[in-house]
């Protein structure tokens, strides 16, 4: 990394936005790269605290996922959970073993007082993680999902329940007493650009946004803020943006989600499939660029990133 280099800031959801990024650190060797990560999706599963979002980055950038399921460690085996499962503990969220094992580590440094963040640096670190990922908060922030039958917690919706709840409203419970995590505004405040990452704006952008003082370091910036959208011929890239967008009335298309962040960017670059809607999008005063963005293999995750920069005026060297 290169000193006194303006950092470009991601605001990043989970498996598109790791996939994502895999073309940023592609396309910029040299950089000073500060990653923005959601913590709405993390939940205590038998006391132990699971970031999904802030895990899926990490084990993507260091080359330790599972590139299947996008989440998880590759080769990863489920002895612990089986074990138990045989003596009563209810496994409905899967943890592999090595997985558990990070887990153990960062519970038991929050449970002896360490923030979030600084407990992000040290797991980034010990795996080799060579740019900055810090959640967004650290303070209690997590996502509900309201339905015509209750409230259910993030990780209760979308893995116990297999997302199949209508959806009536989305809340981020303690988002307003949030402080933004160390580093975090000073980095948006010296960004050279910001990108957000092709993530579910209502779950996995929102709860970013919803940090009191993010929205408004990213009103008052003076650089480029480019979105990627995740929304592509009116589906979802991954997860369940398109549901819990058409359950809440909202258009499902690229112009809707440049609608839900609204004034909070300056591009969006949306996918060759549609190209029709660049002009509904541009009326809302975002620019449009239009390429492939569909991040099957390293090289299209290189492609995609590679746009969104450049539309950002990151120059990138050959
Ligand atoms: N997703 C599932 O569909 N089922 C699981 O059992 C599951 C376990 C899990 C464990 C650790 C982790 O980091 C992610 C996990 N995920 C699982 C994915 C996670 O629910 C989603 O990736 C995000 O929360 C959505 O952004």
């Known amino acids: 990394m290169v000193k006194n280099m303006q950092p470009i800031v991601v605001l990043a959801g989970g498996v598109g936005a790791a996939r994502f990024l895999q073309g940023v650190v592609a396309a910029l060797p040299v950089r000073d790269l500060t990653i923005v990560g959601n913590v709405g ?3 205590e599963i038998a006391g132990l605290h699971v970031s999904p979002d802030l895990d899926t980055v ?8 599972d590139e299947e399921r996008g989440w998880g460690v590759r080769g990863d085996s489920s002895r612990a959970l089986e074990r138990a499962r045989s003596l009563g503990h209810d496994a409905w969220f899967w943890l592999g073993d ?7 580590t960062r519970t038991e440094a929050l449970n002896a007082g360490l ?6 640096t040290q797991l980034a670190g010990a795996l080799g993680l060579e740019d900055r990922l810090v959640p967004v908060t650290d303070d209690r922030l997590r996502t509900i999902i309201e339905t015509p039958d209750g409230d259910l917690d ?3 919706y979308y893995v116990r329940r297999g997302h199949r709840d209508d959806i009536v409203g989305i ?15 000073d980095a948006i ?4 650009a910001i990108i957000v990452a092709p993530s579910n704006p209502l779950i996995s952008i929102g709860p970013i946004l919803a ?15 480019v979105a990627v959208s995740p929304i592509v011929g009116g589906q979802a890239l991954r997860g369940p943006a398109a549901e819990m967008m058409r359950s809440l009335g909202l258009e499902l298309s690229p112009a809707g989600v440049a609608g839900l962040y609204d004034g909070l960017i300056d591009a969006i670059v949306i996918d060759d499939v549609d190209h029709s809607l660049a002009v509904e999008v541009e009326q809302r005063g975002v620019a449009v660029r239009i390429t492939n963005t569909i991040m099957r293999d390293a090289a299209a995750r290189r492609h995609v990133a590679t746009v969104a920069l450049e539309v950002a005026g990151i120059r990138l060297s050959a």
């Open 41 to 43: 999706d993390d939940t």
């Open 58 to 65: 990490l084990y993507t950038l260091t080359g330790e996922s």
């Open 98 to 104: 090595l997985d558990i094992g990070l887990h153990l």
């Open 115 to 120: 923030p979030l963040s600084a407990v992000t």
């Open 154 to 156: 993030f990780q209760t």
């Open 171 to 185: 809340r981020f419970d303690g988002a307003a007493a949030a402080a933004p995590a160390p580093g975090v505004v």
């Open 189 to 192: 405040s010296r960004a050279a």
């Open 211 to 225: 940090v009191p003082g993010i929205r408004e370091a990213l009103l008052a910036r003076s650089v480029p803020c």
